[in-house]
């Protein structure tokens, strides 16, 4: 009888885990999906813990493992999508009434834009991965303009590869599910370090070839005021001369009337 209570207990919750063991022992699945989709459009909810501890649930075979994966997945999608919608209907209006106060212009919004044009499917399959962009990246591809079909595809690749990671992890890891987790956010930071040095990086060097082109555009610019200031003095000098030339025959029948008067013998 003790060792049937035991098998039907659930497993003990390492670490992190316990605090959202009580609301997962009484609503499964359903907490699963309700955690992750508030989760996903900014509200502080333990998303991707309940989806760990749902999955150590499976491994101890308290839950369907396919059926947390797919809680996990559809929820992750609804999520990010109620978040692309507050930031496609509200968010841009709000960004720029008030991103002044934080030097955000609809110039650098329209920068974000493009930049989510060319790279935002890439920001979107692995945001999920980092804490703080998991909760943002439906709002800021809203805010930004991107196409809903895109963030729709891209989003719901990076909700297939951030879910499978963590059910899998959290299926075979078992108690040691703490120290991956540990190592795993240490190193996500450590990558979120490097890809803000690149794109710091890559800014400055936007920057410095910007300026190379200005000075560049400007030196060109002062050569051609040189050369058109230039061609004109040399064509105001080209008909003094003409005039110069043409008043000289002029000066010669005046020459000559004077030599006239003071001639010998003349009266």
Not at 7 to 20: R, Y
């Amino acid at each position: 009888m003790i060792a049937a209570a035991l098998a039907s207990s659930p497993p003990p919750l390492p670490g992190f885990l316990n605090a959202i063991s009580a609301p997962l022992q009484q609503f499964g699945l359903w907490a699963i999906g309700l955690l992750i989709t508030l989760e996903d459009f900014g509200v502080p909810a333990p998303g991707e813990t309940i989806l760990i501890a749902g999955a150590l649930y499976a491994g101890a075979g308290r839950l369907n493992i396919v059926a947390v994966g797919l809680a996990g997945f559809i929820a992750a999608v609804i999520g990010d999508n109620i978040g692309f919608a507050i930031g496609h209907f509200g968010g841009r209006v709000l960004a720029l009434r008030w991103g002044k106060y934080v030097f955000l212009t609809e110039e650098r919004l329209d920068k974000a834009e493009r930049f989510f044009d060319r790279r935002g499917a890439i920001v979107i399959t692995f945001a999920r991965f980092v804490e703080g962009l998991r909760q943002a990246n439906g709002i800021i591809a809203g805010i930004t303009g991107m196409h809903w079909l895109r963030f729709l595809i891209f989003n719901a690749i990076g909700a297939a590869l951030w879910v499978g990671t963590w059910v899998s992890i959290g299926y075979f890891a078992g108690n040691h599910i703490s120290t991956i987790y540990h190592y795993i956010n240490l190193y996500s930071y450590y990558v979120l370090i490097a890809l803000g040095v690149l794109i710091l990086g890559y800014i400055v060097w936007r920057l410095r070839r910007r300026r190379r082109r200005l000075a560049a555009a400007a030196a060109s610019r002062v050569s051609e005021a040189h050369e058109s200031s230039g061609t004109s003095e040399a064509a105001e000098v080209v008909p003094d001369e003409h005039t110069a030339s043409g008043a000289a025959p002029d000066e010669h029948p005046a020459r000559q009337g004077t030599a006239d008067r003071h001639a010998p013998g003349r009266s």
